[in-house]
């Protein structure tokens, strides 16, 4: 029988994970993969729509199916996830536990789990507020949750390892949480997988593709491109992504107005975006979106709301002129307006290629999980000072934006 005791030392928990169609997913899988490229023997564990077990990649994939709540955006993880984890965390005391916030109970379970056992545990934060609600009990409810069970995930972590300088602030201010437990380091994109869609010849497409939920607010987008699509009818509007719109109750639809109301497979999420020339995201908070630092790495102008972690993403891609005011969708309109004026300029392609440039400066993947190895490395050795001394564990590192 093989010894299950110190089989990993590195021990990744999340809420989904690639192949899923998702930042955070593709966040998580890239993290876990490039630190078992260094030698962590490491395990994946996240949920999915089915349970399954497999090696691949160099590391062990752990999955367990989901009940889905509220059309899928809530799936919740059960007894067989707890009891795995729990089983896995025991069985290797040496290993690192990361734990991805902030899906409802994968999280949860990891921090419970780790507590009981007097575990520490590294939090990567990729949200702010992310709980919306058109019911207003399920609302109360949300905040409750934020503030009691959110918090304690956060306030027992070693550490936590901010996507973005706006999600530090925010926890900070929020949890309560002492600076010394933050540090930032951006998220990054997989620049294996999408350079070889990146085009300098582009099409007059816009793109909105991300999950339908309220915190995406999608709806500010398909208003924005109904007007839009009526009066630029040269142009190609794609929405795209699981969940709900006004546009299900629409028959009527423009013609260069494509509605696609599922998860893209990957590749054909790059194909459109290695296509297109401007990324739309309208939501009403952001940690830091993955999908707008893929976009911006293939070349498109990328229109953004103000949400704060929206507005520290454009700066560093020098697109501020193109931010808009959250729920606006007049001010969304004049902004993708805007975006259309430049890209029919004949300078265009300077400016596609200088977004790409700074996407890959400030993103790309190389530098982004150096960043992480080298963290979990001095995690690593400082656990063991502090274990020997018997104090509690502080991680301290730079911030890397």
Known sequence: MKNKINQYNLISISHFFYPRVGGLENMAYGLVKNLSDKGFKSIAIFGNDRNLKFESDGFTWKSFNTIKLFKGTYPILGIRFFLF????????????????????????IGALICKFLNRDYIVISHTTVS????????????????KLISKMVLNNASHIICVSRS???????????DSYKTSVIYNCFKDDSISRFYQKVKSKTVIF????????????AALAFLELARKYTDWKFVIAGEGSSILDEMNDLPLNLEYKPKFLPQLEVFELLGDSSIYINSSLN???SLGVIEAASLGNIVVLSDAPGNV?????????????????????VSKIEMAINDIEHPGFTNLQE???HLAYLHFSPKSIYNKYSDFISKYKADTIVFKENKQKLKVKIKDYY
Do not use: M
């Open 85 to 108: 984890c729990l089983n896995t965390i025991k069985d290797n005391p040496n290993a690192v536990v990361l734990l991805h916030d902030r899906h409802l109970t994968s999280s949860i």
């Open 131 to 146: 709980n919306y609600f058109q019911n207003k009990f399920f609302e109360i409810l949300s905040v409750l949750f934020e």
């Open 167 to 177: 999600n530090k602030d925010y926890i900070i201010k929020n949890f309560n949480i």
């Open 209 to 220: 593709n991300t999950k339908l939920s309220l915190v995406k607010d999608p709806n500010t």
């Open 286 to 288: 952001e940690g830091l």
């Open 312 to 332: 520290e993403v454009a700066n560093n891609l020098s697109c501020s002129k193109y931010i808009f005011e959250r729920k606006n969708y007049k001010d969304l």
């Open 354 to 356: 200088k977004i790409s």
